[in-house]
Nanobody, 115 residues
Framework: QVQLVESGGGLVQAGGSLRLSCTASRSIYGVNTVAWYHQAPGKQREMVATIKSWGVIDYADSVKGRFTISKDNPKNTVYLQMNNLKPEDTGVYYC?????????WGQGTQVTVSS
């Protein structure tokens, strides 16, 4: 089992930046996948950024060049740096981990981007 706690959300103007953090209750050094998902109001949850265990990083087309995912193993923390935010980035952001077929989600953190 692992508990995930996100933080860093808030209200920001379009063009601004936020950094989201996801801290795990134990080491996530060897997990298969860490990722951030975005759920816009009234829409399904969608993958924003992911890091695979072999180091491959992938982003949704909508955030490429603006968002950066990173992982700090000693701190058991995954980050999502979000720059040049747009109103369509508004929604709840969830941290996700997959380890040996088990999946874990955080409770989510709200991001609101005003135009």
């Amino acid at each position: 089992q692992v508990q995930l706690v996100e933080s860093g959300g808030g209200l920001v103007q379009a063009g601004g930046s936020l950094r989201l953090s996801c801290t795990a209750s134990r080491s996530i050094y060897g997990v298969n996948t860490v990722a951030w998902y975005h759920q816009a109001p009234g829409k399904q949850r969608e993958m924003v950024a992911t890091i695979k265990s072999w180091g491959v990083i992938d982003y949704a087309d909508s955030v490429k060049g603006r968002f950066t995912i990173s992982k700090d193993n000693p701190k058991n923390t995954v980050y999502l740096q979000m720059n040049n935010l747009k109103p369509e980035d508004t929604g709840v952001y969830y941290c996700y981990i997959e380890e040996f077929g088990d999946t874990y989600w955080g409770q989510g953190t709200q991001v609101t981007v005003s135009s």
